[in-house]
């Protein structure tokens, strides 16, 4: 049922739309006299909960079950008293809970009840019941004024005339089925024996029945399966999940409660045992199917080799997961009443602190996305973050980490990469091979010519090299030295695989050098090492060919 707006929003509304429009009546630039303001009327609060149509049909249910027969006559307008008014309790009760089929949260739980029913607003239309001729009744409840100026809500006087006649009909039709009466009336606990044969009963073999029907169409539905694609070790597909099975539940409850003649309050409180299963089942199902699509993903990135992409990945299910179970909390607020505006003001307000608690958090994460989404980083990838050095094994929404060459593992957070710089060694597309060598200052002209044509015919014959890049030149007159450069970018395909050339071309340049008949030069201090180790040794072999003569001379 459409609930009606309230009057003092109608009221709201109207003083807006003159406001609107008092700004173009004319040139005139004259400000209209404001108008005092509109306060709504406090409803006084009935202690019987009389106040709205829900409150009325809720508290006359529930005294009567508790037959408390003096207040339930309360909730009559009816001029009834003594005997008459019990036993129009007794009939009301008895064709309520027999025969109308509606939902509590159908009913107005507005003081001014809703406009669905008619244009009367002190009238409100609780439900119909279907009679044996075929006729529709309408169950109506009315606003009382009473003469301390509150308003009440009360069964109406032309419902109450014609419940002694539905009365009749019911009674014939209770006598008829004697065991569902005695499960109805009978109680345990204060509970009716038939709420305790559904759920000890009802619940474990719709459970066990649930099993064995997916078990069956499971093991056809996988027989047919590998008819049709010629392969025997394909597995039986399920047929009958567990969110599916809820969603059956639920129609069952729904059947039954349709099928079985229920009291008002027990088809209540089923039917809403069914919503509850049914809003579970769907956002069940609805996360199974997220999980679903994300592993279609993950298989297609593995396929492209953007490990990258797989935490995005993870972020955004658990992010619809939330989504899911929200919408779902929504949809049962909503289904039992509750305002959710008060509750969604609240996360606002909570998500505001969280956010400003979890500011880096919140930083590293969309620095994350966007190393991610801008491809920045990948898994495998040989770089220097800071003094971090070694290689990429997972990138996280938080914080990436990074094997070192001393085989430990660091965890630098994403905000920080976003902040410094960042060098990628394994993007480059070439090597650099770049190298002095120093000849000995003994090399004549000649020589140094021979050792330049040489690393140039060097750097020509290897494929490896790029030939716009490489040349050899002599660069100075060094301190004990002539020095020349060697320059060239080097195509490999990794780290390892340049160190190879670059040996390679290391080797052959030696061998250039002592074709052409001169020595690399060594430092000057390990040259004049070296001179003293040579001076030492040839000292020493010349006092092993004549040793001296250690004999005392003597006395004259």
């Known amino acids: 049922m459409i609930t009606e707006t309230t009057s003092g929003s109608w009221e709201l509304f109207l003083l807006f739309l003159a406001l609107l429009f008092s700004q173009g009546v004319g040139p005139q630039h004259v400000l209209p006299a404001p108008e005092p303001p509109v306060f709504k009327a406090e409803v006084s609060q009935d202690p019987l909960g009389r106040t709205t149509p829900r409150g009325t049909v809720r508290g006359f249910l529930s005294a009567a079950s508790k037959d408390e027969k003096q207040t339930a006559v309360r909730y009559l307008n009816t001029s009834q008293d003594g005997r008459a008014g ?25 003081p001014e009840g809703s406009v669905s029913y008619s244009a009367d607003p002190d009238r409100d239309l609780v439900g119909r019941v279907n009679t044996q001729s075929g006729d529709v009744v309408d169950i109506v409840v009315e606003r009382i004024h009473r003469k301390d100026g509150s308003r009440i809500w009360l069964f109406s006087r032309q419902t109450l005339e014609i419940i002694p006649e539905l009365y009749d009909e019911v009674s014939i039709n209770a006598g008829k089925n004697g065991l569902l009466t005695f499960l109805i009336e009978h109680k345990l606990a204060h509970i009716p024996l038939v709420h305790w044969l559904a759920v000890f009963v009802g619940l474990p073999l719709f459970h066990f029945l649930g099993i064995g029907l997916n078990r069956l169409l499971s093991r056809l539905a996988g027989e047919l399966r590998r008819k049709v694609d010629e392969r025997s070790d394909l597995p039986d597909p399920e047929m009958l999940s567990k969110p599916v099975r809820l969603l059956l539940l639920a129609w069952l409850i729904r059947w039954a409660i349709s099928r079985i003649s229920l009291p008002l309050l027990a088809r209540q409180f089923w039917s809403s045992i069914a919503v509850v299963i049914a809003i579970a089942a769907c956002v069940w199902l609805l996360i199974r199917l997220s999980g679903w699509l994300e592993n279609k993903a993950r298989v297609r990135l593995d396929r492209r080799r953007l490990a990258g992409a797989l935490s995005i990945l993870r972020f955004v299910r658990s992010a619809l997961d939330a989504l899911i179970m929200f919408v779902g909390v929504l949809v049962l607020f909503h289904y ?3 305002q959710a505006t008060t509750a969604l003001a609240g996360l606002g307000v909570g998500g505001i602190a969280i956010a400003l608690a979890a500011q880096k958090t919140l930083e590293n994460i969309i620095a994350g996305l966007s190393l991610i989404s801008d491809k920045a980083l990948r898994v495998g990838d040989f770089l220097r973050v800071g003094t971090a ?8 929404l938080r914080s990436t980490r990074i094997r070192t060459l001393d085989r430990t593992v660091v965890n630098v957070p994403n905000g920080q990469i976003a902040n410094v710089s960042l060098e990628n060694l394994s993007l480059r597309d070439k090597f650099w091979f770049h190298h002095f060598l120093a000849l000995t200052c003994e090399t004549s002209a000649a020589q140094l010519r021979s050792v330049l044509a040489g690393l140039t015919d060097l750097l020509a014959q290897r494929l490896e090299v790029d030939k716009d890049t490489g040349h050899v030149r002599f660069l100075r007159f ?38 052409a008949g001169t020595r690399i030069a060594l430092p000057f201090q390990i040259m004049y090492s070296n001179l003293y180790v040579a001076r030492a040794a040839e000292r020493d072999a010349e006092l092993e060919e004549s040793p001296p003569n250690m004999e005392w001379p003597k006395r004259r």
């Open 336 to 338: 039992f009443g509750i």
């Open 389 to 396: 050095l070694g290689t990429v094994t997972e990138i996280g």
């Open 86 to 110: 019990l036993l129009l309790v007794d009939e009301l009760f008895a064709v309520l809970n027999r025969r109308l089929h509606v939902e509590f949260n159908e009913i107005s739980d507005q």
């Open 478 to 515: 060094g301190s004990s030295s002539f020095d020349v450069e060697i320059f060239a970018y080097v195509t490999a395909d990794d780290w390892t695989d340049f160190l190879k050339i670059q040996e390679q071309l290391l080797l052959e340049t030696i061998q250039i050098v002592e074709k």
